[in-house]
């Protein structure tokens, strides 16, 4: 094996990054630590992977995420600091809001910025993520009270560069309604013909037609449906549904694909959650159907919950229709405003809780009309791309990497701008269910980037290795 693969935070993003690349280019070996207590992977991970990473003189690149210390783990192997050494930034600690700053804080920027000095080549996801790192050394060097280091910047940006996230999409025509195939198709730029769409669909059409046939003969209301992370079943809030779940889980099996997200602490998000199509489909036709808006981010107030949930409890007080599916990884900290919007919203839920297995996740933004952001922080925004390759229509803030990614008209400055699109998406679903997304998703896919990543990991055998 010539290329070390280090990920001291093995989950989410970092861990579809690092899986992504040991499966794809030859020659990988891949050393992890779980995706837990951050603070202290980026502290102590240096010392756990000195011990564990064994010496192999056949190791040509170092390939880490900027949660490890690179010059601490140099300092303890010099046997690694030999290597091609590739830094890459999923996000960045110098423009990362905190809630409450406290002294130590800084000591994460700052073994950022010495990493970047012992790395060779400095990777980010966005252009966004790497200027607000570079631009922000010098002032974030001015809390040091005496005696700062002078052009860091000079020193570390010749070094940068930007290589976008490569996310390897997967094919979901299985579970596109029918009106969304016309999106698929200009998102992938693959034609068909209708028979073709058909033949591709079926497995979930099937399920389509079934799951309408026992919503039918169901006594249950899709209209106060809840799907529950702790079971998994369709509820009501007066009963659960008649049908057991044996019959919901046939229709909803799937080619399985395990998550390739981080391991979640939360005993009751732990639960193999799936996404059933029961809580979606009753028996009216697509365009009677409220919109449904769907939430993908991490439980966590970085992204903003507070804003979102404030701006769907404004709908909801003017009678507005609408369904929602809140997604995403919770962790041991969950904002209080999770458990408050639940109660609040309960009767416009169709599914509350992180989904770990992939084909239910997908499944789940294929059947959602709107992916929303009110993040305060991102750096690249993985799960807003997917919801949009899902046939989401994106309402993000123009701000962070944003409108880097998405053309100006899914952009907003205000919450009260969020509240307007969304009020009229209410009052018409049918303006967002016959767009088309008019941006580029290919320039983010592992097809386009595969050979750029390939670029990185290869080298020149040196003298001195």
Known sequence: MSILLIEAFYGGSHKQLADLLQEEIEECVLYTLPAKKWHWRA???????????????????????SVLNLTELIALRPDLGKLKKVLYFHENQLAYPVQKYQERDFQYGYNQILSCLVADIVVFNSAFNMESFLTSIGKFLKLIPDHRPKDLEKIIRPKCQVLHFPIRFPDVSRFMPEYKLAHLEKITGVRENEDTYLFRCLPFQQKYRATESLMKNSSSSLESGLCEAQSGLCTTQQERLQYPLTSLEKLNKSEASESTNQEVPCQEDKQHVTFNPCNLLSGMDYQQRPLHIVWPHRWEHDKDPESFFKVLLKLKEMDLPFHMSVLGETFTDVPDIFSEAKKALESSILHWGYLPRKDDYF????????????????FFGVAMIEAVYCGCYPLCPN??????IFPAEYLYSTPEQLFKRLQNFCKRPDIVRKHLYKGEMDQFSWAALRGKFRSLLTTEPREDL
């Open 43 to 65: 502290r102590t991970a240096a010392l756990y992977f000195m011990q564990t990473v064994p010496a192999n003189a056949n190791y040509r690149i170092l390939f880490a995420s």
């Open 363 to 378: 499944q789940a933004l294929c059947m959602a009309d709107v992916v929303i952001s009110t993040a305060k922080h991102e």
């Open 399 to 404: 701000a962070l990497v944003y409108p880097e």
